[in-house]
């Protein structure tokens, strides 16, 4: 009988939100796999490190993080192969995602390479966009409202469409594009409804006003909430 396939969501960065069925099977399986960039150490790993039991195989993931290389097809071919020797063997496996699995996660990767051949169970997180509405008190919609969200690479014509058609609005990954994403909302006429969150629930968490922001200092965990009415209640 192979193993399972477990894609935890471990949350946005604080320890405790991880949720109780990723904590049990995080504590339970042989094999944990996790995402990690080219050089230095996995996020994802440094957030639930401390439920760690030991003795478990793990699986480094390193992803390349230049966007003209992503997603890398064969970092995840080659992990695809490694998680599936371990599920062969009747090991079951679980890979680690910051926030949510299916949230922009990496997981997806190795969920379109495994799910096929091998039984899989996703445990949901708390994503970035929940911890940063809640962080900075921002509810996101109510009612009838259209959220969009959006990534902030894209190009200033689209993000501008697209802002305009929607009442509440996040712009994620913000990092090197806040300028251009600063100068949009301010003559959108919408800059004061915005409210700018970084490392949301972690120790160096900053919430701060646009006209705040030091624009060289903006992190790629950063994101950006508005709410045309100012409070989605309103």
Avoid at 92 to 110: H, K, N, Q, R, T
Avoid at 161 to 188: Q, S, T, Y
Wanted: charge should be negative; glycine fraction near 8%.
């Amino acid at each position: 009988m192979t193993g399972i396939l477990y894609g935890l969501g471990v949350g946005p960065g604080d320890p405790e939100l991880i949720t109780l069925k990723a904590h049990r099977i995080l504590r339970s399986v042989p094999v944990v796999a996790y995402p990690a960039p080219d050089e230095g150490d996995s996020l994802a790993r440094a957030i639930v490190a401390e439920y760690f039991p030991g003795g478990q195989t793990e699986i480094v993931i390193r992803t390349p993080m230049s966007l003209n290389r992503f997603p890398a097809l064969e970092v995840y071919d080659k992990a695809a192969g490694e998680v599936g020797a371990h599920l062969d063997a009747g090991r079951d496996v679980a890979i680690l995602c910051e926030g949510d699995p299916f949230f922009y996660g990496s997981f997806m990767y190795l969920y379109a390479r495994l799910a096929e051949s091998y039984r899989v169970e996703i445990v949901p997180g708390v994503s970035s966009l929940m911890a940063c509405a809640a962080r900075t008190g921002a509810p996101l919609a109510a009612r009838n409202d259209i959220l969009a969200v959006l990534p902030a690479l894209l190009p200033v014509a689209e993000l501008e469409a697209r802002i305009a058609a929607a009442d509440g609005i996040a712009i994620l990954k913000v990092g090197r594009h806040f300028e251009k994403i600063r100068d949009l909302l301010n003559r959108m006429g919408i800059a004061e409804h915005c409210r700018y969150v970084e490392r949301a629930t972690m120790a160096s968490e900053r919430i701060l006003p646009l006209e705040a922001v030091a624009a060289d200092t903006v992190p790629y965990f950063s994101m950006i909430l508005i709410h045309k009415r100012g409070q989605a209640w309103q």
